[in-house]
């Protein structure tokens, strides 16, 4: 379980802050609007309305003593670096700041931000991915070039086992688990043993581009 302060509870914030304290992590959201942090309040068990460019309030934090410290403030930027830059300044262990492009990220980086997250063009880019075909189900982008496809199993595969297909060798993906069509339970990795039934659904890992062609011989 991690300490977390959590600033900015926009759609983003909000939605964050509910699944953190799902995991059970603590968790003190602030935001400006009092609407905002009454809204949360429900789901977690801190929030509190504080003027965040407030120096003497940042201080009053603690800030040093949480494991992270978010910045989700999506609808003024010069308010995010303001923060972000504060949090530095009074000892912040971890930052992780919200941007909307790179220039932003690049600021934020500037002034003290450890890691940036990109909540729309993550969203975007994850979106676009599974309108291009109609074969992927989930994509989740972990590096630049490389990805975690979630795909229906191909007909040609049904029947036969992961060490029959060989199929690191001659696609040069990894299955790294599997679930039937209807429930949400994976299989994580599975062995060479594993025969595929006609109901399966693989999340694969790879480079984007081995992972697009085989889509693209389904």
């Known amino acids: 379980m991690k300490s977390i302060l959590l600033i900015g509870l926009g759609r983003f914030g909000k939605q964050l802050a509910r699944k953190l304290n799902e995991f059970g992590h603590d968790v003190l959201a602030i935001d400006s609007d009092e609407d905002r942090v009454n809204e949360i309040l429900p789901y977690i068990q801190n929030a509190e309305i504080g003027q965040v460019v407030n120096e003497a309030y940042i201080l009053s934090l603690g800030v040093n003593n949480f494991d992270e410290c978010i910045v989700a403030i999506g609808n003024n930027f010069q308010i995010s670096l303001e923060v972000t830059a504060l949090l530095k300044d009074h000892g912040a262990n971890?930052?992780?700041?919200?941007?909307?492009?790179?220039?932003?990220a690049k600021l934020l980086l500037k002034v003290g931000a450890d890691e940036i997250i990109y909540p729309e063009k993550d969203m975007a880019n994850r979106l676009a991915v599974k309108l291009c075909s109609k074969s992927v189900i989930d994509y989740f982008q972990l590096t630049e070039h490389f990805s975690i496809y979630e795909i229906p199993v191909p007909k040609r595969w049904q029947g036969k086992s992961i060490g029959d297909l060989a199929i690191r060798t001659k696609y040069n993906v990894s299955v790294l688990a599997t679930r039937k069509k209807d429930s949400e339970d994976l299989s994580p990795m599975p062995q060479a043993d594993f025969v595929f039934g006609n109901e399966d659904y693989i999340m694969?890992?790879?480079?984007?581009?081995?992972v697009k062609k085989l889509v693209d011989s389904f």
Do not use: T
């Open 94 to 104: 971890h930052i992780i700041s919200r941007a909307d492009s790179d220039s932003h």
């Open 204 to 210: 694969v890992f790879g480079h984007n581009e081995d």
